[in-house]
T-cell receptor, first 115, second 112 residues
Framework: GAGVSQSPSNKVTEKGKDVELRCDPI?????LYWYRQSLGQGLEFLIY????????KSGLPSDRFSAERTGGSVSTLTIQRTQQEDSAVYLC?????????????FGPGTRLTVL | SQELEQSPQSLIVQEGKNLTINCTSS?????LYWYKQKYGEGLIFLMM?????EEKSHEKITAKLDEKKQQSSLHITASQPSHAGIYLC????????????FGKGTKLSVKP
């Protein structure tokens, strides 16, 4: 498709389990972003990729969170030993940004529920 | 760090009425982005403003960035039920960082 896609759309897991969330950006977009949206917190930035490199990981909340991007395309966000406070909607966005205007296109998100 | 304050937090209007949502920053905005989100869906890009005094329109939605580049407003004319959703303003920090900082959003409901 033409837009950003994410999978799964919903994920329910038990506390302590690891989860992987996937993002397929728009073809040709070099920049990829992960955000988290939770009640009361709004949209929080997690990590940003330019190509396969992550120049900004400042938003990752703990070392249980990691992300990688391969081939300048698909990205995976991994959360290890999930906690209930990790429950949120995880949004991925991509853009063709290198400098200047940075119009980001968002995927539909993955709703993560940690029981 | 730069923070974006949106007002109002929520808004209920009668169909056909005009409305304005504001986004205020404590620092100069290098790029201001308006998005719309419906429940369970991702963010839909509406408009981007970069220059002080800039104004853009799309259908019945107009966004403005003030001259000092610290406040933006989103104005909807003759609101329709299809305008209902959460409106979010986002801004770049400037420099080489590409991520957006977002306001908490304004929830708009339009009564038919």
């Amino acid at each position: 498709g033409a837009g950003v896609s994410q999978s799964p759309s919903n994920k329910v897991t038990e506390k302590g389990k690891d989860v992987e969330l996937r993002c397929d950006p728009i073809s040709g977009h070099t920049a990829l972003y992960w955000y988290r949206q939770s009640l009361g917190q709004g949209l929080e930035f997690l990590i940003y990729f330019q190509g396969n490199s992550a120049p900004d990981k400042s938003g990752l909340p703990s070392d249980r969170f990691s992300a990688e991007r391969t081939g300048g395309s698909v990205s995976t966000l991994t959360i290890q030993r999930t906690q209930q406070e990790d429950s949120a909607v995880y949004l991925c966005a991509s853009s063709s940004w290198t400098s200047g205007a940075n119009e980001q296109f968002f995927g539909p998100g993955t709703r993560l529920t940690v029981l | 760090s730069q923070e974006l304050e949106q007002s109002p937090q929520s808004l209920i209007v009668q169909e056909g009425k005009n409305l304005t949502i504001n986004c205020t920053s404590s620092k100069t905005l290098y790029g201001l982005y308006w998005y719309k989100q419906k429940y369970g869906e991702g963010l839909i890009f509406l408009m981007m403003l970069q220059k002080g005094g800039e104004e853009k329109s799309h259908e019945k939605i107009t966004a403005k960035l003030d001259e000092k580049k610290q406040q933006s407003s989103l104005h909807i004319t003759a609101s329709q039920p299809s305008h209902a959703g959460i409106y979010l303003c986002g801004a770049t920090r400037g420099g080489s960082q590409g991520n957006l900082i977002f306001g908490k959003g304004t929830k708009l409901s339009v009564k038919p």
